[in-house]
């Protein structure tokens, strides 16, 4: 199977800017119903966003969240994110070109980790994941809604034999479970939902635990 690069993630997204909110506004509202306000409703604190795209998390921040930084390989979807942040007047946004593999920032810096629809696309999700374990703090929490492989034998059987052109098409890997790559990296993941048509939408929270005296 073909492996990403970010070069390739880089190439789709830029491609797909301009038509990514519409295809979105598809997906949420007949597969992954409310998945991403469950996601921000978790956030408070210094916040991490990787592949903050075009920025539609960014007006459903509340008031427990003190500033957020967002990431993106894709210069297009970030463009759209800006524009939307002097739009809609949204205040505590930096939003900035990055890998989330390898993020310029120091250690235990944040308290929230944010990741909606990105964790399929990243070509190491084990290295995105140490980074966010590295960034976080102690107690520090990475929330993440994905869509990943079926619950059912015979979707997942589908899946798996469209999975190579839907990655050459637009960089995703459709039957990824993040799960095993947190765990690898020191989290403990302490809720795992399963919804959306044959239990493709994943909604997970995992900790970095504090240290004990």
């Known amino acids: 199977m073909h492996q990403t690069s970010n070069e390739d993630i880089t190439r789709a997204f830029n491609k797909n800017a301009r038509l990514y909110d519409r295809w979105m506004t598809f997906?949420?509202?007949?597969?992954?119903?409310?998945?991403?306000?469950?996601?921000?409703?978790?956030?408070?604190?210094?916040?991490?966003?990787?592949?903050?795209?075009?920025?539609?998390?960014?007006?459903?921040?509340?008031?427990?969240?003190?500033?957020?930084?967002?990431?993106?390989?894709?210069?297009?979807?970030?463009?759209?994110?800006?524009?939307?942040?002097?739009?809609?007047?949204?205040?505590?946004?930096?939003?900035?070109?990055g890998d989330a593999q390898n993020l310029n920032l120091p250690s235990e810096s944040a308290d929230t980790f944010i990741s909606t629809f990105t964790f399929c696309t990243i070509p190491d999700p084990l290295a995105a994941s140490r980074e966010a374990y590295r960034i976080l703090r102690a107690g520090g929490v990475f929330v993440l809604t994905e869509h990943g492989r079926s619950t059912r034998a015979l979707a997942r059987s589908v899946m798996r034999a469209i999975e190579p052109l839907i990655i050459r098409v637009s960089a995703e890997h459709i039957t990824r479970d993040p799960v095993p790559y947190l765990t690898s990296a020191g989290f403990t993941v302490t809720e795992v939902q399963r919804g959306g048509p044959g239990g493709i939408v994943f909604r997970i929270l995992a900790h970095k635990q504090p240290l004990r005296d």
């Open 27 to 97: 997906f949420e509202r007949y597969i992954a119903q409310g998945a991403r306000a469950w996601a921000v409703s978790k956030a408070h604190g210094a916040v991490i966003e990787i592949g903050v795209g075009s920025g539609l998390n960014l007006p459903l921040y509340g008031p427990r969240v003190e500033h957020v930084t967002g990431f993106d390989l894709s210069e297009k979807m970030l463009a759209i994110a800006r524009r939307r942040v002097l739009e809609k007047r949204i205040g505590r946004v930096d939003l900035h070109h």
